[in-house]
């Protein structure tokens, strides 16, 4: 019988097939692809509204009741990882597009998936889910921050256009708004428990959908950025080592306990490139390997999720682990 643990699972090899049939689909019927481009938008604000619903945003305040496990997480996705981006861009092409689309993808941190692998990993599920929604409001706050800061204000003026300031309201802040009240009408008994459920379902195949229309849309820039790929395969390895060892070293600054620091694995390891996904179909024609750059990230990350779950609690945060205080 199938059932989302099952679609999750697979998630890798049936974002994969989606992508090689885009690709087919793309070179053998281009006179189709027009009515998949314009499917694109609608697919991907119900993804992103799907996905938001997860996020317990109602519950907001819960976060809070850890304060070291939060600041931990905070400074690690929000302080530590962009100099580790910023680093990690020297060893990138110097081609704005491509630069771009790392920036873009590696400086949001997941909401989403990030809990089913740290229930995966063993990690403490419930800090998962309450540190999601701070992670989700800082993100969307800071991004705008951070593109100044990389590419300056110059940069960011030419390539923050009126196309890419609908995408963001229209398929980032609506479908936000539209999953709290979503939440709140769950929770007040207005809407059926079995909605968010029901929309747990989605996100997965949502998301092949989407990489399948984009694939057979962008099947030129595709096939002609494959030569690419070896270096941002280094890139975003490399990145996920460097989330690995730095959850250990912020784990063991402010001594959290091995389930803990398993959270903040897989929160420093994983990104949401869905999120910013609709932020990079918008830009203009000249960023198209953005898109290309932002997939392939998604891509890598899952298969390195594959090593993660050995990885963080066989050998970063083994059960045996304690890293907090000795009681006084």
Known sequence: MLNRQLIEQYQVVLYLVAIGCGLFFGTAFPGSVDALEFALWPLLGLLLYATFTQVPLARLGEAF????FVTA???GNFLMLPL?????LHLAPDIPAV???????????????????THLGGGDTRRAIAFSPVSLILQILLLPVYLWAFFGEDFAANVVQREMLL???GLI??????????EKGVETGKLSSNLLSGLAWLPVPLLALVVFSIAAT???????????LDQLLLIFVAFLVIAGLLARGLALFFRLPADQGRVLAFSLGTRNSFVVLPLALALPASFELAVVVIVFQSLVELFGMVVYLWWVPKKLFPNACSLTPPAS
Do not use: M, N
């Open 84 to 88: 580790v981006i910023w680093a990690l």
């Open 173 to 182: 802040v609506l479908p936000l708004a539209a999953a709290l009240l979503t």
């Open 73 to 75: 997480a905070v400074v």
């Open 99 to 117: 630069r771009l689309g790392i920036l873009l993808v590696l400086l949001v941190p997941c909401t989403d998936w990030f809990i089913t692998f």
């Open 218 to 228: 962008q099947v030129g820039i595709v096939l002609e950025s494959t030569g690419l």
């Open 65 to 68: 009741s850890d304060s070291r």
């Open 167 to 169: 995408a963001f309201f």
